[in-house]
């Protein structure tokens, strides 16, 4: 399982993800790209909100669905912090597709549960 965690915002880079997910991945159909996320600019659930996060969602899920990944790319939405946890503990690769981030964070949060960082 490949995990994407990121707010639905085009700069966190979700579909960069998708695209290197279909080209690298295609030789492996057991492979999961789990996009964890919505578009809200906090850690709650109501969040700040990012107004056309649903218009992305619906873009990401096309864009996955040409690509032919449709069946391998899951998106779960917002995820509580035991969610979250959890998703770390369980990924094979922790993939960071934005074009600014605070890597400190993201390294600490993959590293604490002996992942990969990409």
């Known amino acids: 399982m ?3 965690v990121a707010r639905m915002t085009p700069d966190k880079g979700q579909d960069r ?13 057991d492979t999961k790209l ?5 578009g809200t600019f906090s850690s709650s ?5 990012f107004i056309q996060g ?10 996955a669905e040409q690509l032919g ?8 939405g917002y995820a509580d912090q035991r969610t979250l946890n959890a ?7 922790t993939l960071l ?13 993959a590293g604490s549960s002996a992942n990969q960082l990409s």
């Open 2 to 4: 490949i995990l994407v």
């Open 17 to 29: 993800a998708i695209d290197a997910f279909a080209k690298f991945s295609s030789d492996r159909s």
């Open 34 to 38: 789990v996009l964890v996320g919505d």
């Open 45 to 49: 659930k109501e969040g700040l909100g």
């Open 54 to 63: 649903s218009e992305l969602l619906e873009k990401l899920k096309k864009q």
């Open 69 to 76: 990944v449709e069946e391998r790319v899951i998106f779960t």
């Open 87 to 93: 998703a770390y503990q369980r990924c094979d690769l």
């Open 97 to 109: 597709p934005s074009v600014a981030e605070d890597l400190d964070w993201l390294s600490s949060r």
